[in-house]
């Protein structure tokens, strides 16, 4: 009896769902990402946090980077670890950065990581050019939300 060798699994998707509740997201792109060294295995073990990240453009070199992302250390790395927040340059054509800077050149509007995931052995972020919500839109969002489950349950029942 032969025994099969299983696909990979799907890479870990590391999803920053609290910036889609807060920004209304306007624009998206992905970027690759430069990692170093323990952070790659870190990302695909899943021990990153997005929630806080932020872009900012560097119009004069026309660049990107990544801040307020924080990769954990990889425990089989030893001595030889990452800094755990540390600035990562993103990857991307210069007339998609420019694209962007002038994007976020009107007040009110940032960049921020709404993805991390690893695509054909690279990673890759899906930032998103964003603008925030204010209260009462976030309680409508939520409103609109339920109603609209209250109504599948209903048509799904009724089935």
Known sequence: MSKKKSKPTEDRVIENRKARH?????????????LVGTEVKSV?????SIGEGFVRVDDK????????????????????????????????HKREIKKLA???AVKGMTIVPLKLYFKDGFAKVLIGVA???????????????DAQRSIDRAMSKRM
Not at 22 to 34: K, M, N, P, R, S
Not at 69 to 77: D, K, L, Q, R, S
Not at 131 to 145: L, V, Y
């Open 102 to 104: 002038k994007a976020t």
């Open 131 to 145: 603008q925030g919500r204010a209260a009462h839109d976030k309680r409508d969002r939520i409103a609109e939300r």
């Open 61 to 92: 070199r026309l660049e990107m980077y990544l801040h307020g992302v924080n990769i954990g250390e990889y425990a089989p790395g030893g001595t030889r670890q990452h800094a755990a927040t540390r600035v990562r340059k993103l990857l991307a």
């Open 44 to 48: 695909r073990d899943g021990k990153v």
């Open 22 to 34: 807060d920004y209304f997201i306007t624009d998206t792109l992905e970027a690759g990402v430069q």
